[in-house]
């Protein structure tokens, strides 16, 4: 399952990626916001943060204006290793080299049909396993 969560500046987006997500037959725990009224976006990046470190869920994703504030509120939380990525090359090589769980969009920064190939990219590459890359990740816990 996949986690996902926004506050307003990134509900559009995050309804955008939930419906395709969902559309692609993929289980999406929608942790809000629901509406474009203004919200505190600390709120869902722990949310989904939490999610990922319980194990509830495998992945999440986590979207606002800039992508900035939430992925900073969502790496508060221990076990979570959050990526800003605003293009699929950053997606791949932080789930490669930095088994990165969630990953963080900025709705203003990239569009739909980018923000959707870079979730792709996110949700379907594997950690390498790679000694010096399990290290360093290791090293981040």
């Given at each position: 399952m996949i986690a996902i969560g926004s506050d307003h500046g990134g509900f559009l987006l995050k309804e955008a990626v939930r419906?395709?997500?969902?559309?692609?037959?993929?289980?999406v725990k929608d942790?809000?916001?629901?509406s474009r009224e203004s919200v505190d976006y600390?709120?869902?990046g722990k949310a989904v943060g939490n999610a990922v470190a319980s194990g509830e869920c495998e992945k999440g994703i986590v979207i606002c204006t800039t992508g900035i504030g939430?992925?900073?509120?969502?790496?508060?939380?221990?076990?979570v290793r959050c990526a800003l990525c605003s293009e699929p090359y950053s997606a791949r090589l932080t789930r490669q080299h930095n088994d990165a769980n969630v990953l963080a969009l900025g709705a203003a920064v990239v569009g739909p049909l980018l923000a959707l190939e870079i979730v792709d990219t996110f949700l379907n590459t594997e950690f390498s396993g790679e000694e010096r890359?399990?290290?360093?990740?290791?090293?981040?816990?």
């Open positions: 419906a395709y997500l969902e559309e692609q037959g993929k289980e942790l809000g916001c629901y600390p709120v869902y939430i992925s900073m509120a969502a790496n508060k939380v221990k076990g890359h399990a290290r360093r990740v290791g090293m981040i816990e």
